[in-house]
């Protein structure tokens, strides 16, 4: 009899390398062990570097004292989120705009990573996904683990996704495509371009999603990064977006959450997929299935953080924090183009994407950038094919770190 054997998930094979991010993490480490007096400054990962707002961190402090009496304890919390903060999502971020929602349609999770991971969950495997290149990798490599993928060419883009080049032309900022897709990931502020949707351009991208009945995964984790009122922050400003779109917003880059954990996802009542015999099925029903399956709710200590973020010292507090990050990011865009550099994104986002120097790439740039000027940044061939020839500097780190960086890439790469 043949040994029952605990055969893998073989599509996992199919993934390139390692993740972007610990790839980078394991040549800064190589880096640095060779070379332990030079001072690195990292802009690679987008990772906050300013303390969290006090009026965050005075909620978890009594959200920690009243856990430690019998009248305050709570164990297992509601699974879509506390109402105290389901409350405050749907009054600051949506009713402030316009826009109508129930609490019943939001999910408090714990990132938006895990979610934009985990959504595909709910699909089928045959869906035809289309994303744009370059992209967040965990949009493309969630889909390879789930088998929706063949393997990928040598330019790392995979059999059977549909890739939507982001370039210059395009303001990185695509337009649909002629043909449909079932499901298409969309990240405005963009994670890596910085580029962020106008209203038109949304209002295009609604209108191709219903009219091929396409679900829209709509990231908007940099939303509070946008300087411009007039630009949307969510999708479902516009029309008709209710019945097509799927949207994520996270507290870890507006509040400095990336190591406290809190994100919430929206699925709109009435928004709804369809089975082989063509049923249409609710998608809030189906994600709360599994959410109440594979999750337990996000610690009551850190959705009462996440609420205090909407308190008016915390809107004060948090607002403060992103106009610092941005202010880091007017200077790498000033900067560096006084040096010569040719920059993108930057203005409503805390990414800069820039061309690489002139015959050099982007894992070339980034090789260089750390032995030459012990700066990290992240090489935009990482985010797909597309992204070949740019790199990615973030703007999350302190104003001197900033500065210093801008000094030293200007004094080895400058050209002007
Ligand atoms: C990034 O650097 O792209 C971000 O840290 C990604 C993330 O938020 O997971």
């Known amino acids: 009899m043949l040994r029952a054997m605990a055969r893998i998930n073989e599509n996992y094979q199919k993934l390139q390398a390692g993740y972007l991010f610990p790839e980078i993490g394991r040549r800064v480490r190589a880096f640095t062990e060779a070379n332990p007096d030079a001072a690195v400054i990292r802009l690679g990962i987008g990772d906050v570097t300013e303390p969290l707002a006090p009026a965050v961190v005075a909620a978890i402090k009594d959200a920690a004292d009243a856990m430690g009496t019998a009248e305050g304890f709570h164990g297992y919390g509601p699974e879509n989120g506390y109402g105290f903060l389901l409350d405050a999502i749907l009054e600051h971020d949506y009713r402030t705009r316009g826009i109508e929602l129930d609490a019943s349609e939001i999910f408090v999770s714990d990132g938006s990573k895990q979610d934009s991971g985990n959504i595909q969950e709910i699909f089928g495997s045959e869906c035809r996904v289309l994303v744009t290149d370059p992209v967040y990798p965990v949009y493309v490599d969630s889909n390879v683990m789930a088998g929706r993928t063949g393997e990928a060419d040598d330019g790392g883009r995979y059999a059977g996704l549909a890739y939507l080049p982001a370039t210059e032309q395009n303001g990185f900022s695509p337009d649909p495509p002629a043909e449909g897709a079932d499901l298409a990931y969309l990240c405005s502020p963009n994670n890596p371009t910085g580029a962020v949707m106008t209203r038109e351009k949304m209002e295009r991208w609604v209108a191709w999603a219903r009219a091929n009945d396409t679900v829209l995964i709509f990231d908007a984790a940099y939303d509070a990064f946008i300087q411009d009122p007039e630009l949307p922050r969510s999708i479902y400003e516009i029309e008709g977006a209710r019945e097509c779109a799927i949207e994520m917003r996270s507290f870890s880059k507006r509040a400095g959450f990336t190591g406290v954990r809190c994100a919430y996802t929206v699925i709109p009542k009435g928004l709804t997929g369809t089975t082989t015999s063509g049923e249409r099925v609710e998608l809030n029903a189906l994600w709360s299935r599994r959410h109440a399956t594979k999750f337990n709710s ?15 010292e915390g809107l004060k507090q948090t607002s403060e924090q992103v106009a610092f990050y941005m202010e880091n990011a007017r200077r790498l865009r000033e900067g560096l183009g006084a040096a010569g550099f040719t920059l993108f994104g930057g203005e409503h986002a805390p990414y800069i994407w820039m061309r690489t120097p002139e015959g050099i790439s982007s894992w070339g740039f980034f090789d260089r950038l750390l032995t030459e000027t012990h700066v990290v940044g992240t090489p935009g061939s990482g985010f797909g094919s597309a992204g070949e020839g740019y790199f990615r500097l ?7 770190n900033v500065d210093e960086a801008i000094a030293r890439v200007s004094r080895a790469f400058g050209t002007s």
Not at 298 to 312: D, G, T, Y
Not at 394 to 400: L, M
Request: hydrophobic share 55%; glycine share 0%; net charge positive.
């Open 298 to 312: 996000v610690p009551f200590v850190i959705q009462k953080a996440a609420a205090a973020v909407f308190s008016p």
């Open 394 to 400: 973030s703007a999350f780190n302190s104003r001197d």
